[in-house]
């Protein structure tokens, strides 16, 4: 199942501080680690227990809490319908606390101490590169739900938010359907917006578009007057956003201060759902643009459900949003794949995992056992006034997973 793709896990820029070169190359290998002897699942008695990996507190809690609780509720609605193999799921959830090396020692006392069968959580791509040698290591499975750079792929990992040509090349294909010619790039100082623009310039470079400007904030920066001065000066057709966390809410309303426009200048962000507008503010995102696979809005018999239910769970004036929906989503894969392999053992439920469906509230999802991500559609939204997001565009149809981009001849040099 995996050849020379797991022997490849993304390259690293050069101008990424060293904090994050360490987070992010340190899992970079010529040959990949061969997964461990690992730590078999604690099944001897009515329930099975999974961990909950998510940051409930810290600057990305703005964003984690909120798939914490859906993960929650599918392990609920799967309880009541009778578990996984007679079994009651139990979750351990614990705080990653927006820290790295934190996310790592939990996911080790997840996995050595509760011996869960899964993991679900991380956001961040320097999360989830700190705690990838940890489920390598220990042979264990991490199901990841938030869309990222692509350039990876783990036996240990399953990626059920989009990889890179589901949603950040269908974004500038948008964007270029849409006549523009140029862009600013504003983003986190980490892993994911580094490595996703230098694959923003590639695309731009091969379809005739100019890059004006390129600028990294900390995460939990608060400070934005100096970039939104210079994209403002750049008088760029458009801005793409690979801010993470509250930083937003500052670069919003800089942003917004500044005379800056949707109609004038507007922003396609890839980090920013239904959640993070109430905390922003919609009065700073009207018009502005999104690329995810799910929306609140999506269509469908499938999705009317998990709203409802959610709103039920958690209150009614509760959103949902794309990195919930591939959170709980994820849990009833795991389900699906365990029920396949007729076993909670890791290497049963990996060999098990390819082809298999959910009908989603996204739509239908198909695991890509070659890659261990699944088929996503994508989607482009404009944030309305109310804060709800509707859907501008998408793909049509699901779009088979490609996270070292090699159906791209632009993107040759990038893995």
């Known amino acids: 199942?995996?050849?020379?793709?797991?022997?490849?896990?993304?390259?690293?820029?050069?101008?990424?501080?060293?904090?994050?070169?360490?987070?992010?190359?340190?899992?970079?290998?010529?040959?990949?680690?061969?997964?461990?002897?690992?730590v078999s699942a604690d099944t001897s008695g009515d329930t099975?227990?999974?961990?909950?990996?998510?940051?409930?507190?810290?600057?990305?809690?703005?964003?984690?809490?909120?798939?914490r609780d859906s993960i929650t509720l599918a392990i609920?609605?799967?309880?009541?319908?009778?578990?996984?193999?007679?079994?009651?799921?139990?979750?351990i959830s614990e705080d990653g606390a927006s820290d790295w090396p934190t996310f790592a020692e939990k996911a080790e006392k997840l996995i050595q101490e509760d011996r869960v069968a899964a993991v679900f959580g991380c956001w961040t791509s320097a999360s989830r590169k700190a705690v990838l040698p940890v489920f390598e290591e220990n042979?264990?499975?991490?199901?990841?739900?938030?869309?990222?750079?692509?350039?990876?792929?783990?036996?240990?990992?399953?990626?059920?938010?989009?990889?890179?040509?589901?949603?950040?090349v269908p974004a500038l294909d948008y964007l270029k359907s849409q006549g523009t010619e140029s862009?600013?790039?504003?983003?986190?100082?980490?892993?994911?917006?580094?490595?996703?623009?230098?694959?923003?310039?590639?695309?731009?470079?091969?379809n005739g578009m100019e890059i004006l400007g390129e600028d990294y904030a900390p995460l939990g920066s608060t400070e934005f007057s100096?970039?939104?001065?210079?994209?403002?000066?750049?008088?760029?057709?458009?801005v793409f956003n690979t801010l993470n966390g509250d930083s937003n809410v500052a670069f919003f309303k800089e942003y917004t201060s500044a005379g800056l426009t949707a109609e004038a200048m507007p922003v396609l962000s890839v980090s920013i759902a239904e959640?993070?507008?109430?905390?922003?503010?919609?009065?700073?995102?009207?018009g502005q643009l999104t690329a995810w696979n799910y929306y609140q809005t999506t269509p469908g018999a499938a999705n009317e459900a998990f709203v409802e239910a959610y709103r039920a769970r958690y209150g009614a004036d509760k959103p949902t949003s794309d990195p919930m929906e591939a959170a709980y989503t994820s849990v009833y894969l795991w389900k699906a794949m365990v029920e396949a392999a007729g076993s909670f053992d890791v290497t049963a439920v990996r060999d098990a995992a390819d082809g298999i469906t959910f009908e989603a509230p996204e739509g239908t999802v198909t695991v890509?056992?070659?890659?261990?991500?699944?088929?996503?559609?994508?989607?482009?939204?404009?944030?309305?006034?109310?804060?709800?997001?509707?859907?501008?565009?998408?793909?049509?149809?699901?779009?088979?997973?490609?996270?070292?981009?090699?159906?791209?001849?632009?993107?040759?040099?990038?893995?």
């Open 76 to 91: 609920e609605e799967i309880n009541a319908a009778g578990g996984v193999l007679g079994k009651q799921i139990e979750p």
């Open 368 to 415: 890509d056992g070659a890659t261990q991500h699944v088929y996503k559609t994508a989607r482009i939204g404009r944030i309305g006034a109310d804060g709800v997001i509707t859907e501008v565009w998408n793909s049509g149809e699901p779009i088979k997973p490609d996270p070292f981009l090699e159906g791209y001849d632009w993107a040759s040099g990038l893995s």
């Open 275 to 286: 959640e993070e507008v109430g905390s922003i503010g919609a009065q700073y995102l009207a």
């Open 183 to 206: 862009l600013y790039l504003v983003g986190s100082d980490y892993v994911f917006p580094r490595t996703a623009n230098n694959i923003i310039k590639a695309y731009a470079e091969a």
């Open 48 to 67: 099975v227990k999974v961990g909950l990996l998510n940051s409930l507190s810290g600057t990305m809690a703005i964003s984690e809490v909120t798939v």
């Open 139 to 168: 042979d264990s499975l991490l199901f990841y739900p938030v869309q990222y750079e692509g350039l990876e792929q783990s036996p240990n990992i399953f990626y059920t938010g989009a990889t890179t040509n589901q949603q950040i």
């Open 226 to 238: 100096t970039i939104v001065n210079k994209v403002k000066a750049s008088q760029a057709d458009a």
């Open 1 to 38: 199942m995996f050849t020379k793709h797991r022997r490849r896990l993304a390259a690293c820029a050069a101008a990424i501080t060293a904090v994050v070169a360490l987070s992010s190359c340190g899992a970079r290998t010529d040959d990949a680690t061969a997964p461990g002897a690992g």
